[in-house]
């Protein structure tokens, strides 16, 4: 008996497979001296600086590393960073593509294979064949990507960027984007036909303007040679040095009153005024940007969603709606 127990014993071992070992994936870079923000739906700002806040980032993967993903709607496409890309090791190939910062100063963009951009906390990918180089030290908050979140949605989903709460996440159903919306004041929409950067009309001392929502740039900026701008730049006596985000400097001031109205709200707030003709008068352009410093005073919660289809191509314009408290 004992014999059989030893042999039945022996045949069980035998028919059982040992446990099955997952191989999980190596991230393909070398990102020991990076902290990239933790996978969850919260928002973080890489910098604060008074009443200055950083872009928004939050967290991604890349080829199995995890990074940070720098959430800009001031881009038309998405980007991975230089210096990713060098410690990724992927090819690059110069173009004639250029990117912009808010002075108008130029920057290089090269073309790669695509990249998938993982963005964990909407269960969106995004992808990108582009490299840029903005001058910053971007690694040292981990950010390996720009993506724009207007461009990051799904058929009959609305994805939503609360600068109230500081999160970013997909929401389970419109009435859940109407619930959100009912504490909110001042709103507008969107639906960027012209290209995917997000225009609202606004009034500067009474004058018409047009400026870009930008979650880029950490100020609300207006330009000089804008028809909103021309009057207050005439009155400035003294400019200041700001650096560019691809180098170079322009001449700015920032003044702390100025009367704006927009979406149904007015009332007086801080602008940078820049010396400089920025995006005005280029096709699609802008008199200005509505920066991050005014989206975290109001409380702004940004909807993203597709908008009309594009002909019969299955292709959409991203539209976009925000709210804001006054």
Request: net charge negative; aromatic share 8%.
């Given at each position: 008996?004992?014999?059989?127990?030893?042999?039945?014993?022996?045949?069980?071992?035998?028919?059982?497979?040992?446990?099955?070992?997952?191989?999980?994936?190596?991230?393909?870079?070398?990102?020991?001296?990076?902290?990239?923000?933790?996978?969850?739906?919260?928002?973080?700002?890489?910098?604060?600086?008074?009443?200055?806040?950083?872009?928004?980032?939050?967290?991604?993967?890349?080829?199995?590393?995890?990074?940070?993903?720098?959430?800009?709607?001031?881009?038309?496409?998405?980007?991975?960073?230089?210096?990713?890309?060098?410690?990724?090791?992927?090819?690059?190939?110069?173009?004639?593509?250029?990117?912009?910062?808010?002075?108008?100063?130029q920057g290089a963009v090269e073309a790669t294979d695509d990249v998938v951009i993982a963005l964990d906390s909407i269960g969106i990918d995004s992808h990108t064949s582009a490299v840029t180089a903005p001058r910053g030290d971007l690694f040292k908050y981990g950010i390996a990507a720009i993506v724009p979140p207007?461009?990051?949605?799904?058929?009959?989903?609305?994805?939503?960027?609360?600068?109230?709460?500081?999160?970013?996440?997909?929401?389970?159903?419109?009435?859940?984007?109407?619930?959100?919306?009912?504490?909110?004041g001042a709103s507008f929409e969107v639906e960027s036909r012209c290209d995917a950067i997000i225009h609202v009309p606004l009034a500067i001392e009474g004058r018409s303007a047009s400026f870009a929502v930008d979650t880029g740039s950490p100020i609300t900026v207006l330009y000089s040679e804008s028809d909103a701008?021309?009057?207050?730049?005439?009155?400035?006596?003294?400019?200041?040095?700001?650096?560019?985000?691809?180098?170079?400097?322009?001449?700015?001031?920032?003044?702390?009153?100025?009367?704006?109205?927009?979406?149904?709200?007015?009332?007086?707030?801080?602008?940078?005024?820049?010396?400089?003709?920025?995006?005005?008068?280029?096709?699609?352009?802008?008199?200005?940007?509505?920066?991050?410093?005014?989206?975290?005073?109001?409380?702004?919660?940004?909807?993203?969603?597709?908008?009309?289809?594009?002909?019969?191509?299955?292709?959409?314009?991203?539209?976009?709606?925000?709210?804001?408290?006054?």
């Amino acid at each position: 008996m004992a014999g059989l127990l030893v042999v039945a014993a022996l045949v069980y071992v035998l028919r059982t497979p040992p446990p099955r070992v997952v191989p999980q994936p190596v991230c393909a870079a070398n990102l020991r001296d990076v902290t990239p923000p933790p996978l969850s739906d919260k928002v973080s700002y890489a910098w604060r600086l008074g009443r200055r806040v950083g872009f928004p980032v939050v967290h991604g993967r890349i080829a199995a590393c995890d990074v940070g993903v720098f959430l800009d709607t001031g881009v038309s496409a998405p980007l991975m960073m230089s210096w990713f890309a060098d410690r990724l090791g992927v090819r690059r190939t110069s173009t004639d593509a250029a990117a912009f910062d808010l002075g108008g100063h130029q920057g290089a963009v090269e073309a790669t294979d695509d990249v998938v951009i993982a963005l964990d906390s909407i269960g969106i990918d995004s992808h990108t064949s582009a490299v840029t180089a903005p001058r910053g030290d971007l690694f040292k908050y981990g950010i390996a990507a720009i993506v724009p979140p207007q461009l990051a949605v799904s058929k009959g989903r609305v994805v939503a960027l609360d600068f109230g709460d500081g999160t970013y996440r997909r929401l389970a159903s419109r009435d859940e984007a109407d619930a959100l919306t009912r504490s909110r004041g001042a709103s507008f929409e969107v639906e960027s036909r012209c290209d995917a950067i997000i225009h609202v009309p606004l009034a500067i001392e009474g004058r018409s303007a047009s400026f870009a929502v930008d979650t880029g740039s950490p100020i609300t900026v207006l330009y000089s040679e804008s028809d909103a701008g021309h009057p207050i730049a005439a009155r400035i006596q003294h400019w200041e040095k700001q650096e560019s985000t691809y180098g170079g400097s322009v001449d700015h001031i920032e003044l702390p009153n100025v009367p704006v109205a927009i979406g149904g709200m007015a009332g007086l707030m801080w602008m940078d005024v820049w010396k400089s003709p920025g995006h005005v008068g280029a096709p699609c352009g802008f008199d200005g940007v509505l920066g991050v410093d005014f989206l975290v005073d109001h409380h702004c919660l940004l909807l993203f969603e597709l908008g009309n289809e594009v002909g019969d191509s299955g292709l959409y314009y991203p539209k976009t709606r925000g709210f804001c408290r006054p």
